[in-house]
């Protein structure tokens, strides 16, 4: 195992643990009041638009959509980590076989982990406050993560043997 | 060169932990497509105009002020949406956890645990992974019969808790990979040479993952900045509209439309990606495939073929509907294929080793 590949493989185990934990906290703690919530304030819209109050309907659809907004986001960031772990160990296993100079492969596979946690982070941080900082940094991740890719998937085809 | 830790009597299939994980992940994998396909087929689209349906209802009931019909049409919704959800949610996890099966069975000698540690972890992690997608599965049916709490059921708790279990051992192997990794003499792949067909599903892979990448970084980009009218403005024109005794078609074909779109691409983006990631982690079990070189060839490019093609047809849906569902669901039928050849090709690996005295 060389360094690019232990950089991908740890990362990507890594990912996957978070993913998996937060997954746990969020199906007991958010998922279900969240989804309630949604529903009620949609429903909310309908019967207050049914009382001539499209103010009130309106306020309710508002906070529909701002629900709808995080689940999404939530969801993006729990089901995007998962991916990118996965993603990460299957580089990984052959990111020394890349056609590249063991330099080059190393600073691929760091670039490749680094985005993998900066892209899913700036989409949980969408969620709150902080949203314009987390659309910067789902930015960043997601071009550093496209060059990465790039980078690997040309050297595949460099390689003429990929394994061993 | 670096050496390889792994050959194909040392690697994949050669502990019980590694099989267990091997063949347990294949299991997960084959079980979440076959459930992705028949959910496609039968519930996906009458789900959806059934939603479709209740919310047009609701809108109706607005003008004569009934609100009891809304909410009951709502709680209608909110069946059809579980429904759906979970089955989503049972094929996702399904497939991913099986993946991730498959890899650590890959890694199993790089893990620093004794061979009856690994066994153990090897068990938790595919009973839990197992339990998980049918539990998750089973939510919408068990609803909250028999429940010792009130807001969620047993079904939803038995998910969490096994999901739990999943991630204490992803934790475990991880420190037993930092555990390799410090120890002296931690070099070489765990890899053998892929092979001929090997080396096209990776590279297919590869170019599905590069292409989901730059789908989901496109389609991103234009949710945001360009789509319009969005979610939120459909629906409050529903509601005037309605209110003021107006007809609604307008906005609920504006609305369907939208979420047709939405859905299409989302499903687009996951299953490029989902794909390419099966197409590499097949790759990475050829060496122990035991089938004659001409049809690993011929199985490697039904699996390429079918992984491009089942992308392609979602997104075709837009211009020939159901026609290109039905192409994308027969992609997937032959995907399913493809993955039982190998793992019949695995199977007879087994026997080959068992015979030359290679499993410990």
């Known amino acids: 195992m060389n360094r690019e590949n232990r950089i991908l493989i740890l990362s990507g185990v890594g990912l996957l643990a978070l993913t998996m934990f937060f997954g746990f906290w969020y199906a007991v703690f958010d998922e279900h009041q969240t989804l309630n919530a949604m529903g009620y304030s949609l429903a909310t819209g309908f019967v207050e638009a049914a009382g001539s109050n499209i103010d009130g309907a309106y306020q309710a ?8 907004r995080e689940y999404r986001q939530e969801i993006h960031f729990h089901g995007h980590f998962a991916f990118l772990g996965l993603t990460l160990i299957s580089f ?6 890349l056609g590249y100079s063991e330099r080059l492969r190393v600073n691929a596979a760091s670039l490749m982990a680094m985005s993998a946690f900066l892209f ?13 900082a987390g659309k910067i940094l789902a930015v960043l991740g997601s071009v550093g993560l496209v060059i ?10 460099r390689s003429a043997e990929t394994t061993g | 060169m670096t050496s390889t830790l792994a050959d194909t009597n040392t690697g994949l299939l050669s502990t019980r932990a590694s099989r267990l994980f091997a063949f347990g992940g294949i299991f997960l994998i084959v079980a979440g497509m076959l459930l992705g396909d028949v959910f496609a087929i039968f519930i996906l689209h009458p789900n959806n105009a059934r939603i479709g349906e209740n919310m047009y209802a609701a809108a ?26 979970t089955k989503v949610a049972a094929h996702t996890h399904a497939v991913a956890i099986g993946y991730l099966a498959v890899l650590f069975a890959i890694l199993q000698p790089v893990i620093g645990w004794s061979a009856e540690a690994k066994l153990r972890l090897a068990w938790t992690f595919v009973l839990s992974a197992t339990i998980l997608p049918f539990a998750i599965f089973t939510i919408h049916y068990a609803g909250l019969a028999f429940s010792p709490v009130s807001f969620i059921g047993w079904a939803s708790i038995v998910a969490d808790i096994v999901g739990l279990l999943a991630a204490v051992v992803v934790v475990l ?12 003499g931690a070099t070489g792949s765990v890899l053998p040479a892929l092979g001929a067909p090997g080396r096209l599903l990776l590279t297919g892979g590869g170019l599905l993952l590069l292409g989901g990448f730059f789908y989901g970084a496109a389609y991103a980009a234009y949710i945001e900045n360009l789509l319009d009218p969005g979610e939120l403005e459909i629906l409050r024109n529903i509601v005037s509209n309605a209110a003021a005794g107006q007809s609604v078609d307008a906005d609920f074909g504006a609305f369907g439309g939208l979420l047709a779109f939405q859905g299409i691409h989302r499903a687009t983006h996951a299953h490029v990606n989902t794909m390419g990631l099966l197409l590499m982690v097949f790759a990475f079990v050829q060496p122990y495939v035991f089938l004659s070189e001409v049809w690993k060839k011929r199985w490697a490019r039904v699996l390429v073929i079918a992984s491009f093609a089942l992308p392609v047809c979602i997104v075709l849906e837009f211009r020939f509907g159901l026609i290109a569902g039905g192409a994308a669901d027969i992609s997937g039928a032959l995907a399913i294929a493809a993955i039982l050849a190998f793992l019949f090709g695995l199977v007879r690996q087994t026997g080959v080793q068992d015979n030359a005295g290679g499993q410990s």
């Open chain 2, 173 to 184: 192997q991880l420190v037993g990979l930092w555990r390799y990794f410090r120890s002296a």
């Open chain 1, 148 to 157: 990465a890719i790039l980078v690997m998937v040309i050297g595949i085809m």
């Open chain 1, 61 to 68: 659809l508002d906070q529909y959509a701002a629900l709808a």
């Open chain 1, 92 to 97: 990984g296993l052959i990111a020394h076989t």
């Open chain 1, 120 to 132: 899913p982070f700036g989409v949980f941080l969408q969620t709150g406050s902080l949203h314009e």
């Open chain 2, 60 to 85: 109706m009931a607005i003008p004569s002020g009934d609100a009891d019909a809304i909410l009951r049409y709502f709680q209608e919704i909110g069946g059809f949406l579980e429904n759906r959800g």
